[in-house]
């Protein structure tokens, strides 16, 4: 079977018939062939949605906002009830537990809705300037969207992007990780189905390097939502730059837990490892460095240990999987090569870090104790299920070694201290912090990063921003 792409909200094969294996990380085997869009199918995307557009006079852009929230309304109606499609397809093509990929669903229908509501309360403003007349604030579609998704959570971000770009009326060109095309392309026929123009919908998988760099290079594309690496993300800030096209980056991570002393120490230790190994440790918003204050260092370790060792790691489809396999093989080798260094460095393998018999690219998850924030495994991005736990001694310390990271996008603070939380919370460089739990990403909420992080914010209203140009428009009241 092979998986065609959409230009134009019709489903075609790639101009070129090129096609690419995806294959299924619990088996390690081939799962489906997908049309492998090039440049030139960028290149038919881009003049259909840049015609549909028509410089904001297209009927998408021009619909009114209330019926865009309906047609919204109905993707989320239509996700919901195709709900085990998409987690079957997830759970298969990413290696998400069925549990994890049916929440996704209802959030990715979650975030739908929420612009659904959002579509027709994003207005402008009227300014008292001090010429006779009226001065108002104009929120208007910025033009063809180019929106780059990772392969941690294929469907989720892609709702994250789509959601808000619809909503203010832009025409989408959604480009899937080569890893993970599948939900894209089911996701690109629910925006047709439920009633997105057909012109403003478009999936491309293919190649990074080729078509994502085709698209965010062509000075047809108004705006770039990207979410993956750093380094992609530095290297889209400069292709897109002749054209200063509009650009939004979620980048990587290395999010710091801090745990005091005086917080709930059994809940923070029975609760910190899924926010690690959840989607096996491949979420940018990982608490990959968990920070502990000395005197309750021990007894952490141990819960946190115990509680690891519980964690159900196998077949996606089992409703009683609570982690799945790794993404692929690379993904796994670059977990264990890190497991390795931590140890070289100095740091202890307390538990995990084993690859089982069998097919797929399972790794069980790894505890390693007694880091310092100088070692590779605390600074660098491993993005698989490699815990380390630093100890620290006094609240300076613990902001401290938090803020010592190229990285600033998301942690946790656990204490019994309200004044404590407030102070910390102050203090601490990171775009997304939660006390006393894990949650990091709300839709109803900005989400983005600090320092290498990124670069604007997603969800929220602000995304809403995001989406649109503003324009400033005087009304003379003289004759
Ligand atoms: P990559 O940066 O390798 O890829 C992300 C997407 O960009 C893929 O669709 C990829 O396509 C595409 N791409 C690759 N090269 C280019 C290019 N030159 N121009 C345009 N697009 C390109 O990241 P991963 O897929 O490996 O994702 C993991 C990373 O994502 C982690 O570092 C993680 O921290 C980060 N991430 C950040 C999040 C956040 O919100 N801050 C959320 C989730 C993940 P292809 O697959 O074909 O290579």
Redesign the pocket.
């Known amino acids: 079977m092979t998986e065609q792409l959409i230009i134009a909200g019709t489903r075609r094969d790639a101009a070129e018939g090129a096609t690419f294996t995806v294959i299924e990380p619990a088996t390690g085997q081939p799962l489906a062939e997908v049309a492998k869009a090039s440049a030139v199918d960028v290149d038919l995307a881009l003049a259909a949605a840049h015609k549909a557009f028509d410089d904001g006079r297209g009927p998408w852009a021009r619909t009114n906002a209330t019926e865009r929230g309906r047609v919204l309304h109905k993707v989320a109606e239509l996700l919901r009830e195709r709900e085990d499609l998409f987690a079957t397809a997830e759970a298969r093509g990413a290696g998400h537990p069925m549990g994890d990929a049916r929440w996704e669903v209802g959030a990715g229908a979650g975030t739908f809705e929420y612009y659904a509501g959002a579509a027709n309360k994003h207005f402008g403003t009227v300014i008292p300037v001090q010429d006779a007349g009226i001065d108002m604030v104009l929120r208007e579609p910025v033009g063809p969207v180019g929106l780059?998704?990772?392969?941690?959570?294929p469907l989720l971000?892609a709702c994250w992007k789509l959601a808000p770009a619809l909503a203010c009326g832009n025409p989408v060109i959604l480009?899937?990780?080569?890893?993970t095309p599948l939900t894209a392309l089911l996701l690109g026929d629910v925006l047709v189905d439920a009633g997105v123009p057909a012109e403003n919908v478009h999936v491309l998988p293919g190649?990074?390097?080729i078509i994502?760099?085709a698209l965010?290079a062509d000075g047809r594309t108004a705006k770039v939502s990207?979410?993956?690496?750093t380094t992609?993300g530095a290297?889209?800030l400069k292709s897109s730059a002749d054209h200063i096209a509009r650009v939004s980056l979620?980048?990587?991570?290395k999010s710091a837990a801090v745990v005091f002393a005086d917080g709930n120490i059994s809940k923070a230790a029975r609760d910190l490892p899924m926010s690690v190994f959840g989607n096996a440790g491949q979420d940018?918003c990982a608490r990959s460095r968990i920070l502990v204050e000395r005197p309750v260092y021990d007894e952490f370790l141990e819960i946190f240990e115990a509680a690891t060792r519980a964690i159900k790691v196998g077949d996606p489809l089992s409703d009683e999987t609570e982690m799945g396999p790794m993404i692929s093989e690379g993904q796994r080798k670059t977990s264990l090569d890190y497991i390795g260094i931590g140890t070289g460095e100095g740091a202890r393998l307390v538990s995990g870090g084993d690859v089982p018999e069998g097919d797929g690219f399972y790794l069980s998850p790894a505890v390693v104790a007694d880091v310092t924030n100088d070692m590779r495994i605390a600074r660098e991005?491993i993005?698989g299920p490699v815990a380390s736990i630093l100890p620290f001694d006094s609240e300076d310390e613990a902001i401290r070694i938090s803020n010592d990271s190229d990285y600033g996008?998301s942690g946790s603070l656990w204490t019994g201290s309200a004044t404590r939380a407030i102070r910390v919370a102050k203090s601490l460089r990171t775009g997304t912090l939660s006390v006393n739990t894990n949650k990091s990403v709300r839709y109803e909420a900005p989400f983005g990063?600090y320092k290498k992080?990124?670069l604007g914010r997603e969800l929220g209203m602000q995304a809403m921003d995001a989406y649109t140009e503003i324009k400033n428009v005087f009304f003379s009241e003289e004759d």
């Open positions: 780059i998704v990772p392969w941690n959570f971000i480009k899937p990780a080569s890893l190649p990074g390097g994502g760099d965010v990207f979410t993956g690496e992609t290297s889209i979620e980048l990587g991570g940018c991005e993005f996008l990063g992080s990124g």
